[in-house]
């Protein structure tokens, strides 16, 4: 089975799909000329404009016409944005020549050179600005907050949010002296920076109104080899544009790092302790941040973009708006979503990766591995939604394994594809599921042959499906989506824990153990593990009530635990089977990728 999906590029920090086309907001602008004024600071060497970055410690000094005090000034949601918990965490802030680069990508073409204009005219401003000296209070870091930083950027503007050096430079206003490239006086061995910083949903209006860059005029400079670029002025209707595209990206600044590992299976962009994450969602009250954004909670939200749609489902669950409505509109915006589209809802759920089938089904066997397996899930942290992985406990499992495999992995088939050089193909409705099986070595899983059999009878199956649907499968699309593996020993217990674990969780659980002391507990244990046989079978003559697996595995739970811990500190260590299991499956299940899935068969003639 192959993956089919649109062959747009996409930058590292990606969204679901391509908001710009939907939000639509701001950009027109020209540049100013700018003169650079100079500067310098004690031992450190400072270039026009800007200054030049000798160790992470160094802030910039530049100099303006605008007070050294903001304290009298409301703080801008541009600034309450940035000094949010795990602000920009998952998406770096840009300096100016990154953003140039992004906007590109979109296939924009944007220079620095132009971005003074823009500022000048009212249509895109940088998100934020890193000044020399504190303006207002600095803030300390709020709970949950992540202390890591692997963007110098990211590094700089925390450090400007903790000492107050962050400023909206809307709030200070245009400066032509500024400068947004990298000036001739600057050493090239060196980084630059001006100390603006711009965020990616910035990009977001830019596209809508990409053709008010070329309206602008390159102009020279009189008695200079220099030009510049003008923009013409907005209008209300753009001016009203800008505004709003500044006020969403601060929306989503606030938003994005509780919401952008969401859309992306669970994973963080940045480094941080689990229980770092977990504290801040716990405590993230997304009312609260509307509230200090001076943005009402009833504000419609559904703007296409993921983000806000979670959020507004969030808001939503704590009461403080309406869940959504369906309309009965012929045309509007809420109409729009990603079920908006020819094809089934699978279909374009799994194109946008949002496909709430699991990519995998792990399949296990008896009481014991009912216990154990989410247990260890959680402990190694795999994310537990059902999408990703989802288990299954099956008792009698020859008999009922075969119509599980029918119903969770035999692909459904779709629209067919138009022919090609590798043969028909037909669009499969769901993304595919794998089957992943683990089971003692009891018969019919007693050797590598009879392993192998029962994997084919299973495969049998899921060809049945297709064929029900009038395609003969290639053989190859669904070879992969069943794999069965045997514990190295005959029962879990025995693949997990040696005899003197067993038979110290045995003593705790039951009161006699059929009269055994450990010793002899331990030797019936020994014989059981050496003659093949299941672990019950060491009770099996005891009088009632006999053990119960549920109760030994919860008792040794704290063994299998500590096991894990020496598996992740130690790299020489043995990590228990049932973690490489599950380990397996969660690489499985990352690796399936997002777009549309086709399988390749002859159509069957009736």
Request: hydrophobic residues 40%; contains cysteine.
């Amino acid at each position: 089975m192959s993956s089919r999906s649109r062959p747009a590029s996409r930058p590292r920090h990606r969204t679901t799909f391509p908001v710009e086309r939907i939000l639509g907001a701001v950009l027109v602008g020209d540049t100013e000329t700018m003169r650079a004024s100079q500067y310098s600071v004690g031992s450190k060497k400072v270039s026009r404009g800007g200054w030049e970055r000798h160790t992470p410690d160094m802030t910039r000094i530049i100099h303006t016409t605008v007070g050294s005090s903001m304290s009298g000034m409301e703080p801008s949601a541009v600034l309450i944005a940035a000094s949010e918990p795990w602000a920009f965490t998952q998406q770096d802030p840009l300096s100016t020549s990154e953003f140039c680069r992004e906007a590109e990508k979109r296939r924009v073409s944007l220079r620095e050179d132009q971005l003074p204009d823009l500022w000048r005219v009212g249509a895109l401003a940088p998100f934020v600005e890193i000044r020399s000296k504190p303006l207002h209070p600095g803030s300390s870091p709020k709970v949950g907050e992540s202390v890591f930083a692997d963007s110098w950027h990211l590094k700089e503007l925390q450090r400007a949010v903790a000492s107050g050096r962050l400023a909206d430079p809307v709030q200070l206003g245009f400066r032509p002296q500024l400068r947004f490239h990298r000036p001739a006086a600057a050493h090239h061995n060196r980084d630059w920076w001006n100390g603006l910083l711009y965020s990616r949903w910035q990009l977001l209006g830019l596209y809508d109104l990409r053709h008010l860059l070329s309206q602008g005029k390159w102009k020279r400079r009189p008695n200079e080899n220099w030009w510049t670029w003008r923009s013409r002025t907005l209008d209300a209707w753009e001016t009203a544009i800008a505004e709003r595209s500044r006020q969403l990206a601060a929306l989503l600044v606030a938003l994005e790092a509780r919401y952008l590992p969401i859309l992306e299976r669970g994973w963080l962009h940045r480094k941080a302790t689990n229980e770092q994450w977990d504290t801040f969602v716990q405590h993230f009250d997304p009312v609260a941040v509307l509230v200090r954004l001076n943005r009402d909670p009833t504000d419609d939200h559904r703007i296409a973009v993921e983000i806000l749609l979670l959020c507004y489902e969030d808001l939503a669950a704590r009461g403080a708006v309406a869940p959504l409505t369906e309309r009965n509109d012929l045309f509007h915006t809420e109409l729009e979503r990603i079920s908006y589209r020819r094809r089934p809802l699978d279909t374009n759920l799994s194109s946008l990766g949002l496909s709430p089938h699991p990519a995998v089904v792990l399949v296990v066997e008896g009481e014991t591995e009912e216990v154990f397996v989410p247990l260890v899930r959680d402990h190694i942290r795999i994310p537990g939604q059902a999408e990703v992985i989802q288990s299954v406990v099956l008792r009698g499992i020859t008999q009922n394994l075969t119509k599980l495999a029918a119903f969770a992995s035999a692909p459904l088939l779709g629209e067919k594809m138009p022919p090609h050089s590798q043969g028909d193909a037909w669009v499969t409705v769901k993304p595919p599921t794998r089957l992943m099986v683990l089971v003692d070595p009891d018969p019919p899983y007693n050797s590598p042959e009879n392993v192998e059999q029962q994997r084919r009878l299973i495969l049998e199956e899921i060809i049945a499906v297709v064929r029900a649907q009038g395609v003969e499968p290639n053989r190859d699309d669904v070879e992969s989506l069943v794999s069965v593996k045997t514990w190295s020993e005959p029962c879990f217990e025995f693949a997990h824990f040696t005899d003197d674990e067993l038979a110290e969780a045995l003593l705790k659980v039951h009161r006699h153990c059929g009269g055994l002391d450990k010793a002899r507990l331990v030797a019936a244990l020994r014989a059981q593990r050496s003659r093949g046989s299941d672990i019950k079978n060491v009770w099996k003559n005891w009088q009632p009530p006999k053990p119960s697996k549920k109760a030994v595995a919860r008792e040794l739970w704290p063994v299998l635990r500590s096991k894990l811990d020496a598996a992740a500190s130690d790299p020489t260590a043995d990590l228990p089977p049932i973690a490489e299991a599950l380990i397996s499956a969660f690489r499985e299940a990352a690796q399936r990728p997002h777009g549309l899935f086709v399988i390749r068969g002859t159509e069957i003639v009736r």
